[in-house]
């Protein structure tokens, strides 16, 4: 069970928007830490995709996009190409454990 | 561009102590701006952090894990180890080191990652 919590799965078409969403708790994302997103694609180490709720780091293409709002988190990914399969995690920090916490992933398809 | 590569055994037999060492290259493990940590994926499954140090020598432990773990930095060789000791077959997983940054709390680099199995 995963301090944040992520849908197992989301898919969409080509071309598509679509959104993964991170709920956490008063000890992590509504105490006001923030929330940040990783891809990974199928083999790979983990990517930084997404900083401090919405900052994209360099590279990242602006297709995707990131908000919270009190407890929960939200990654926005708009004309879905096929290279966009991957696992897709949120990370926070929880004041309750005094550690890193990460949501159990979500895996995106490209139907 | 810094670089993170981790190096142990790929095969640890159970109830012994699982070793590993991540190399910082082309930086310096002593930026006042970085924590530096190890973070794991067991086959088919999500990730889970393990412990993070400061180049002070400053330590943070999953408190899941905290009774086996220790996680040490090695400034003179730009190095920083991950110990796990007691190793059962739930141990059996990827292990990356990774960069963490101080303002932010996010994890902003990763080595490639190292798979160790725990087996008889």
């Known amino acids: 069970q995963s301090v944040l919590t992520q849908p197992p799965s989301v898919s969409g078409a080509p071309g598509q928007r679509v959104s993964i969403s991170c709920t956490g708790s008063?000890?992590?994302?509504?105490?006001?830490?923030?929330v940040h997103w990783y891809q990974q694609l199928p083999g790979t180490a983990p990517k930084l995709l997404i900083s401090a709720n919405s900052n994209r780091p360099s590279g990242v293409p602006d297709r995707f996009s990131g908000s919270k709002s009190g407890t929960s988190a939200s990654l926005a990914i708009s004309g879905l190409q096929a290279e966009d399969e991957a696992d897709y995690y949120c990370?926070?920090?929880?004041?309750?454990?005094?550690?890193?916490?990460f949501g159990g992933g979500t895996r995106l398809t490209v139907l | 561009q810094l670089q993170l590569q981790e190096s142990g055994p790929g095969l640890v037999k159970p109830s012994e102590t699982l070793s590993l060492t991540c190399t910082v290259s082309?930086?310096?493990?002593?930026?006042?701006?970085?924590?530096w940590g190890w973070v794991r994926q067991p086959p088919g499954k999500g990730l889970e952090w393990i412990a993070s140090?400061?180049?002070?020598?400053?330590?943070f432990y999953n408190p899941s894990l905290k009774s086996r773990v220790t996680i040490s930095v090695d400034k003179s060789k730009n190095q920083f180890s991950l110990r796990l000791s007691a190793v059962t077959t739930a141990d059996t997983a990827v292990y990356y080191c990774?960069?963490?940054?101080?303002?932010?709390?996010?994890?902003?680099?990763w080595g490639r990652g190292t798979l160790v199995t725990v087996s008889s």
């Open positions: 140090v400061y180049y002070s020598g400053t330590t």
């Open positions: 990370q926070s920090y929880d004041s309750s454990l005094s550690g890193w916490v």
């Open positions: 008063s000890s992590n994302l509504g105490t006001g830490y923030d």
């Open positions: 082309d930086g310096s493990i002593s930026s006042s701006t970085y924590y």
């Open positions: 990774a960069r963490l940054r101080y303002f932010g709390w996010y994890f902003d680099l």
